[in-house]
C-alpha cells in the first residue's frame, strides 16, 4: 500500500497581502463615490439644500384615455413635494465648492423674514393690533416691492445658471395673484406686496410665499472666481490627498513589479497597471471607475466573470466579420497577384526540369495509389461484387446480341442456354480478373513501382508541356483570377455573415467541456505507468 501525504490547503483569503488588497480597494471605491459625489453635487444642490423632489405639474393639450381611466394633467405626488429626510445637512459641501450666499436675495429674504415676525405675532396672540405696526408694514412692503423689480430687471440667477429658477417664481406669482401666466411679473409681485392685497388673508398668503416661493429664491448663490479665471473649488486639496496616497502605491508596485520579472524595464511596470493612473491625475476623474471596478472584482468584492465574457463576446462580434473578410480577401488577393506574376509558368518549368524538393524520398503520388487500391481491393470489392457482376454480365449480353454468328449459333438446337451461361461464366471471370490484378497491385514489385512511376512521370510531363503553350497558359491564368474574383463576390460574404453567436456558443462549450475534464482529472487523481 501506498501512502500518500494529504496536502494542506492554506486559507489565504486573510493573508497580509490579501488584506492590504481589500483596504486598498474600498480606499478607491470611497474616493470614487467622493469623485461622483462632487461632480454632482451643483446640479443636484437644490435636492441636498432642501431635502425635497417636486415633480412638475404635466397638463397634456387632449385628454389621455388609458382603458376606463381618462386624465388631462399629472402629478406625482400632488399638491406638495415629497420631502426626504436626513438630506439638508449635506449643503455644508457648499465651503468646500466655494459657494456662498447671493447678496440681494439673501436681503430680500431676509426682509421677508421681518414681515414674518411682525405677522406671526398676529397669529399667535389674537390681541395683537395690526394697525398700529402699519406704517412699519408699508415701509418694509415698499422695499420688497423694490427688490421685487431689481430681482425681475438685474435677474442675479444668472451667475449661478439659475434664470430657470427665476422664471419659474414669476411664473408663480402670476398664476397667485392673477391666475393666468400672460400677465407682467413685475405687476404680480408689485400686487402681492400691498396691504390691501395681503391684509385679505396674511397667514395663508405668507404661508404661499414661504412654501413656494422661498425655496426657489434660496437656492441661488455666488461662486467667487479665482485667480486662475475659474470658480473656486477646495475639492482638489481633498482630492490631493487621495492622489498623493494612490501615487506612491502606484511607484511602490511598480518598483515591485520590475523587480520580480527580469529584464522587465520601469516603463514597461509602469504600463503593468496603466489603468491606476487615473486615480492621481487631477482630470477626467470620472474614468476612475475602471480602476475601482478591476480592483474590487480582484478582491472578489464584486463578480464581473459574467460581465467579462459578455463585453469579451460583443467585441469578437464586433470585430470577427471585418477580420475575416480582410483574412480571406488578402488571402485571394495573394493568390491572384501570385497568378499575375508568372508563378504558374514558373511552377510547370520547375515540374518539367525536375526542380521538385523531395522531403522523404518518397514518391507520394505512388504511395497514396497503392493505398487506395489496397483499401479497394480488401473492403470495396467484396461488399461490391454482386452489382458488379451484374453490371459486366449485362454489358456481356449487349454486346453479344449485336453479334451476328452469335446470333446464328442461338438458333441451333439446344444452344437456348447459352447465353446466360457464357455470360454468367464470362462476368465471373473479368471481375476476378480485376480483383487479381488489384491485388498483385498492392504486393511489392519493383518492375511495376518502375512501370508505374515511369507512367506517372511521363503522364505529368505530357500534361504540363502541354499546359506550358502560351495560348493555354493564358487561358488557365485568365480563367483562374475570373473564379478568385467571382469567389470574393459570392462566397466570402457569406462566409464572414455566418452566424457569430452559434460559433461563441460553440466556443463557450467547448471551454465549459474542458473545465468539466479538468475538475474530474483534479477530483480523481492517477498516476499514469
Not at 404680480?188 to 404661499?208: I, M, P
Not at 467579462?308 to 470577427?320: C, D, N, R, T
Not at 470489392?381 to 449485336?402: D, G, T
Not at 474574383?485 to 460574404?493: A, G, M, R, S
Request: hydrophobic share 40%.
Amino acid at each position: 500500500m501506498t501512502l500518500t501525504k494529504t496536502p494542506v490547503i492554506r486559507n489565504r483569503r486573510f493573508s497580509p497581502r490579501n488584506l492590504f488588497e481589500t483596504c486598498m480597494a474600498l480606499l478607491v471605491l470611497c474616493n470614487y463615490i467622493l469623485v461622483i459625489f462632487d461632480l454632482t453635487y451643483i446640479p443636484l444642490r437644490d435636492f441636498w439644500l432642501q431635502g425635497r423632489l417636486q415633480i412638475t405639474l404635466l397638463r397634456f393639450n387632449e385628454p389621455i384615455q388609458l382603458g376606463p381611466i381618462s386624465f388631462q394633467e399629472l402629478q406625482i405626488p400632488p399638491d406638495k413635494p415629497l420631502e426626504i429626510p436626513f438630506v439638508k445637512g449635506i449643503a455644508k459641501y457648499d465651503v468646500v465648492k466655494g459657494i456662498k450666499p447671493y447678496r440681494s436675495t439673501s436681503e430680500y429674504l431676509a426682509t421677508v423674514d421681518k414681515l414674518n415676525e411682525i405677522i406671526n405675532q398676529k397669529v399667535f396672540n389674537p390681541e395683537f393690533n395690526l394697525q398700529e405696526y402699519r406704517q412699519e408694514i408699508e415701509k418694509i412692503l415698499a422695499n420688497l416691492r423694490q427688490k421685487s423689480v431689481d430681482m425681475i430687471d438685474n435677474n442675479p440667477f444668472a451667475s449661478a445658471e439659475k434664470t430657470g429658477t427665476l422664471e419659474k417664481i414669476k411664473n408663480k406669482m402670476r398664476l397667485r395673484v392673477f391666475k393666468t401666466e400672460n400677465v407682467s411679473a413685475k405687476a404680480a409681485f408689485q400686487k402681492f406686496w400691498t396691504w390691501d392685497y395681503l391684509s385679505q388673508n396674511w397667514e395663508k398668503e405668507l404661508k404661499f410665499f414661504n412654501q413656494e416661493i422661498q425655496p426657489l429664491i434660496e437656492t441661488n448663490y455666488f461662486r467667487p472666481l479665482g485667480e486662475d479665471g475659474r470658480p473656486i473649488d477646495n475639492f482638489e486639496a481633498i482630492d490631493f490627498f487621495f492622489g498623493t496616497i494612490f501615487f506612491w502605491e502606484f511607484m511602490l508596485r511598480t518598483w515591485w513589479i520590475a523587480r520580480t520579472h527580469k529584464g522587465l524595464r520601469w516603463r514597461e511596470a509602469m504600463l503593468w497597471r496603466w489603468y491606476d493612473i487615473f486615480l492621481f491625475i487631477p482630470i477626467w476623474r470620472w474614468l476612475r471607475f475602471i480602476p475601482t471596478v478591476i480592483r474590487l472584482d480582484q478582491v472578489k468584492i464584486i463578480n464581473l466573470r459574467l460581465i467579462k465574457e459578455q463585453a469579451v463576446k460583443g467585441l469578437v462580434a464586433l470585430i470577427s466579420k471585418d477580420i475575416t473578410e480582410i483574412i480571406v480577401l488578402r488571402i485571394i488577393n495573394k493568390i491572384q497577384e501570385y497568378i499575375r506574376r508568372g508563378q504558374v509558368e514558373k511552377f510547370i518549368d520547375r515540374s518539367l526540369n525536375g526542380g521538385y524538393n523531395n522531403l522523404n524520398d518518397t514518391n507520394e503520388v505512388i504511395e497514396i495509389f497503392r493505398l487506395v487500391v489496397n483499401s479497394t481491393v480488401d473492403k470495396v470489392l467484396p461488399q461490391v461484387k454482386p452489382e458488379a457482376e451484374a453490371l459486366i454480365k449485362y454489358n456481356i449480353e449487349k454486346i453479344l446480341s449485336q453479334t451476328p454468328a452469335y446470333q446464328s449459333l442461338l438458333r441451333l438446337p439446344g444452344m437456348k442456354g447459352l447465353k446466360t451461361d457464357l455470360s454468367n461464366r464470362l462476368s465471373s471471370q473479368l471481375y476476378q480478373s480485376f480483383v487479381n490484378i488489384a491485388d498483385k497491385i498492392t504486393q511489392e514489385d519493383e518492375v511495376f513501382e518502375r512501370l508505374l512511376q515511369q507512367l506517372v512521370q511521363r503522364f505529368g510531363q505530357s500534361l504540363a508541356g502541354e499546359l506550358q503553350s502560351r495560348h493555354s497558359l493564358e487561358r488557365i491564368e485568365m480563367l483562374l483570377i475570373i473564379f478568385l474574383e467571382e469567389v470574393k463576390l459570392n462566397y466570402v460574404q457569406e462566409f464572414s455573415d455566418e452566424d457569430l453567436e452559434t460559433i461563441l456558443e460553440q466556443t463557450r462549450l467547448l471551454h465549459s467541456k474542458s473545465s468539466e475534464i479538468t475538475l474530474v482529472e483534479t477530483m480523481n487523481p492517477r498516476r499514469l505507468p
